[in-house]
């Protein structure tokens, strides 16, 4: 397994600067990040799958060292497939710890060749959350410290539709 790459998986939906940040640090660990996003039935998703795949790369597409993959089930079962050994976490605080926590001791029984590695967010991303930012949309709040504009840009799209 590569030792160059890190999976960072989650439902990017929506993607929040706090995402950002936590891509562009990881790849000061990591050669390449492939951000997985994860297929996830019984979740109902703001934007479809299609749509959170295009902002991802819309928002990095200068950058080779990021891949962008949807994937369904096991983060270890994809971590295999990619031939990665690293899975890439972001802790904002000790809730995200114990949950976070879980889901690594469970991939390590699993598969216990694949590390997860956990990153604090910088401190204006610390209370970010993609639900947190789901209920500002709802609320018709302002999400300009919050996500980049190309998710500002599918919200009013959708909004409007």
Same mark, same amino acid.
Request: proline share 2%.
């Given at each position: 397994?590569?030792?160059?790459? $890190?999976? /960072?998986?989650?439902?990017?939906?929506?993607?929040? /600067?706090?995402?950002?940040?936590?891509?562009?640090?990881? /790849?000061?660990?990591?050669?390449?990040?492939?951000?997985?996003i994860g297929v996830n039935? =019984?979740?109902?998703?703001?934007?479809?799958?299609?749509?959170?795949?295009?902002?991802?790369?819309?928002?990095?597409?200068?950058?080779?060292?990021?891949?962008?993959?949807?994937?369904?089930?096991?983060?270890?079962?994809?971590?295999?497939? %990619?031939?990665?050994?690293?899975?890439?976490?972001?802790?904002?605080?000790?809730?995200?710890?114990?949950? %976070?926590?879980?889901? $690594?001791?469970?991939?390590?029984?699993?598969?216990?060749?694949?590390?997860?590695?956990?990153?604090?967010?910088?401190? %204006?991303?610390?209370?970010?959350?993609?639900?947190?930012?789901? %209920?500002i949309i709802k609320n018709?709040? =302002?999400?300009?410290?919050?996500?980049?504009? /190309?998710?500002?840009?599918?919200v009013k799209k959708k909004?409007?539709?």
């Amino acid at each position: 397994m590569n030792r160059d790459i $890190a999976i /960072l998986p989650g439902s990017f939906d929506p993607l929040t /600067l706090g995402h950002v940040d936590l891509i562009n640090r990881g /790849l000061k660990l990591f050669n390449t990040i492939i951000i997985g996003i994860g297929v996830n039935s =019984k979740k109902n998703y703001m934007f479809d799958i299609d749509t959170r795949k295009r902002i991802l790369e819309s928002i990095f597409d200068n950058n080779t060292n990021i891949i962008v993959k949807s994937y369904k089930g096991l983060t270890v079962d994809f971590c295999k497939k %990619e031939n990665c050994k690293y899975i890439l976490r972001g802790l904002r605080s000790s809730i995200d710890f114990e949950y %976070e926590q879980s889901i $690594a001791s469970t991939n390590q029984e699993i598969d216990d060749s694949i590390e997860t590695i956990f990153l604090m967010p910088k401190k %204006e991303h610390r209370f970010t959350s993609s639900t947190i930012v789901k %209920e500002i949309i709802k609320n018709n709040g =302002k999400l300009t410290k919050f996500v980049p504009n /190309l998710v500002i840009q599918e919200v009013k799209k959708k909004m409007f539709d």
